[in-house]
T-cell receptor
């Protein structure tokens, strides 16, 4: 069974540009969540999607957005990039959202560098 | 909001020895789960072990076991017979309902 797939793995963008990251969950998983990992802030929750609806959102500005498609694949978008957006963006999938103990499985992440 | 604290930024262990990584958490929820994830240099987060808060018995997965002290809100990870492949960043996490809360991680070095 294929794991969580994230594309692209590495990308470099310029300040002010926008970026779209893609995530394909494990087959059969319908919930996708996104995390930002930086050395200073650790792992921070961005948002979670289930059935094409955002169920939960972390404390990030509106420049960060996402969506989920009917096949459960998800994309996240960051507009007007800032240097501080440089990070590893991790996608995770799970069977069901909003249930305690729901194990999440991570992709390998997308490394974003903003210059 | 929940908080998860890992007070050991770095730890080291001799190969074949045992090491314990500490984690404390703070939650007002009664229904929650606790996890340890491992992040090797490849950066992919890998589930190591999970513990249901309502279970008193400590979870075990091969060489990995936890010491879950619910009253103290403590959830430590013990790695027995450490191997070179265990070298990684280890994250403790709690989960209730809507989202995961992660600690800041402990970097484990395994010395040959």
């Amino acid at each position: 069974k294929a794991g969580v797939t994230q594309t692209p793995r590495y990308l470099i963008k310029t300040r002010g540009q926008q970026v779209t990251l893609s995530c394909s969950p494990i087959s059969g998983h319908r919930s996708v969540s996104w995390y930002q990992q930086t050395p200073g802030q650790g792992l921070q929750f961005l948002f979670e999607y289930f059935s094409e609806t955002q169920r939960n959102k972390g404390n990030f500005p509106g420049r960060f957005s996402g969506r989920q498609f009917s096949n459960s694949r998800s994309e996240m978008n960051v507009s007007t990039l800032e240097l501080g957006d440089s990070a590893l963006y991790l996608c995770a999938s799970s069977l069901y959202p909003g249930r305690s103990g729901n194990t999440i499985y991570f992709g390998e992440g997308s490394w974003l560098t903003v210059v | 909001a929940q908080t998860v604290t890992q007070s050991q930024p770095e730890m080291s262990v001799q190969e074949a020895e045992t090491v314990t990584l500490s984690c404390t958490y703070d939650t007002s929820e009664s229904d929650y789960y606790l996890f340890w994830y491992k992040q090797p240099p490849s950066r992919q987060m890998i589930l190591v072990i999970r513990q249901e808060a309502y279970k008193q018995q400590n979870a075990t997965e091969n060489r990995f076991s936890v010491n879950f002290q619910k009253a103290a809100k403590s959830f430590s990870l013990k790695i027995s017979d450490s191997q070179l492949g265990d070298a990684a960043m280890y994250f403790c996490a709690s989960h209730t309902g809507n989202q995961f809360y992660f600690g800041t991680g402990t970097s484990l070095t395994v010395i040959p």
